[in-house]
C-alpha cells in the first residue's frame, strides 16, 4: 500500500494505570509517566513511556482492523519505541504492556490503552456508517478545525455532502482535496462517483481510471464499501451508460463471483438466468452487484 504525505492522525486518551503485585509493594511493576508521542513523519513516529522498574515490554498498535506489535527484549526504565512503516490517514491506537520476571513468576501490568481523546475524524465515519451524515459532516468539520489541510479529512467532508445531495460543495471539496495530495484515493472514488450522478461521463472515466491505476487493490479501513472495486463498479454503469459494452463487461468479470456467472459466445448467465442479450445481462449485473455487496451506493 502506497504511503501519502504528511498526514499521519495521532491522538492519545489516557485510559490509567492497572498495575500487579508480587509479594512485596516495592516488586510492583508501573507507568510513572503517560505515554507520549514525538517524531512523527509521514510513515513513522516515537512511542515514549517510563516506568518505576526496568523491564521489558510488549507494544501494541492497531488501526482499527489490523493489530501489530513490537517486543522489546531489553530492561529499561525510559523507553522510545519507534514504529515504522505506517501509514497516513490512518488514526492508530496503542497500548503498551509491561512485562517482566521476578524469582521465576511472570507479572504483568496493562497499563495504558491508547488512542485518542476526541477523535471526531472516526465519530464523524462511525455517524456516516450509521447512514447520519449531517451528523458525520458536523463531527469531521469540527476535526478540520485543527487540521485544515489534511486531505483525508477533506475528502472525507465531500462524501458526507454527495450523500446529502450538495454535489458542487462536495465537488469543491473533492477538487481541493486533489491540490493537496492528487494520489489520495478517497476523493478520487468521490469524483468518480460524483461525476456519474452529474452526468459528466468522461470526468468520471478519468478520475476512476486514475484511482485504478494507483491503487488496483484499494480499501478505505473506516468504510469498507468504498475501495477499488466500487470504482470498477461505477465505471461498469458508466460505460453502460456511454454504449461501451465491452468495457463495461471487463469490469463486471473482475467483479463478479464465478460460482454464479459464465458466459459462453452466444448467452451470459447470472444466478441461473439465462441472457441472449448483453445490455440486458449488464444491467442485471450492475443491479446484483449494488443489492449484494454495495448496499450503500447512491
Keep these: 500500500m502506497k504511503k501519502f504525505g504528511l498526514y499521519l492522525i495521532l491522538t492519545i486518551l489516557f485510559f490509567g494505570c492497572e498495575t500487579v503485585s508480587y509479594v512485596a509493594d516495592d516488586e510492583k511493576l508501573f507507568f510513572t509517566t503517560d505515554i507520549s508521542i514525538k517524531n512523527i513523519t509521514e510513515d513513522s513516529l516515537t512511542v515514549i513511556f517510563s516506568v518505576n522498574k526496568a523491564s521489558r515490554c510488549h507494544l501494541y498498535y492497531c488501526d482499527g482492523y489490523n ?30 504492556r509491561l512485562t517482566e520476571f521476578y524469582d521465576s513468576l511472570e507479572i504483568t501490568s496493562i497499563g495504558i490503552t491508547a488512542a485518542t481523546a476526541e477523535n471526531n475524524f472516526s465519530r464523524g465515519w462511525q455517524a456516516f456508517r450509521d447512514g447520519e451524515f449531517e451528523t458525520a459532516l458536523s463531527f469531521l468539520n469540527t476535526y478540520n478545525q485543527s487540521n485544515p489541510h489534511d486531505p483525508w479529512t477533506i475528502s472525507s467532508q465531500g462524501w458526507c455532502l454527495l450523500q ?68 470498477r463498479l461505477i465505471l461498469a454503469e458508466t ?48 443491479n446484483f452487484l449494488k443489492s449484494e455487496f454495495y448496499s450503500s451506493f447512491p
Excluded at 460505460?239 to 448467452?267: A, R, T, V, W
Design 239 to 286: 460505460s453502460l451508460i456511454m454504449g461501451d459494452f465491452e468495457k463495461s463487461i471487463n469490469l463486471l468479470d473482475q467483479l463478479l463471483p464465478e460460482n454464479i456467472f459464465y458466459n459462453n459466445s452466444e448467452s451470459w448467465v447470472l444466478e441461473g438466468v439465462k441472457y441472449n442479450n448483453l445490455e440486458a445481462f449488464i444491467i442485471a449485473a450492475l
Design 164 to 231: 446529502t445531495g450538495s454535489y458542487q460543495e462536495a465537488r469543491e471539496k473533492f477538487l481541493y482535496c486533489d491540490t493537496l495530495l492528487a494520489s489520495e484515493p478517497l476523493h478520487l472514488l468521490g469524483l468518480t462517483l460524483l461525476e456519474q450522478i452529474t452526468e459528466n461521463y468522461n470526468e468520471a472515466l478519468t478520475f476512476g481510471e486514475s484511482l485504478l491505476l494507483l491503487h488496483p487493490q484499494w480499501q478505505f479501513l473506516y468504510f469498507t464499501q468504498y475501495n477499488s472495486n466500487l470504482a
Design 67 to 96: 493489530t501489530d506489535s513490537v517486543l522489546v527484549q531489553e530492561f529499561r526504565q525510559n523507553h522510545e519505541i519507534t514504529l515504522n512503516d505506517l501509514y497516513a490517514g490512518i488514526h492508530y491506537q496503542i497500548e503498551v
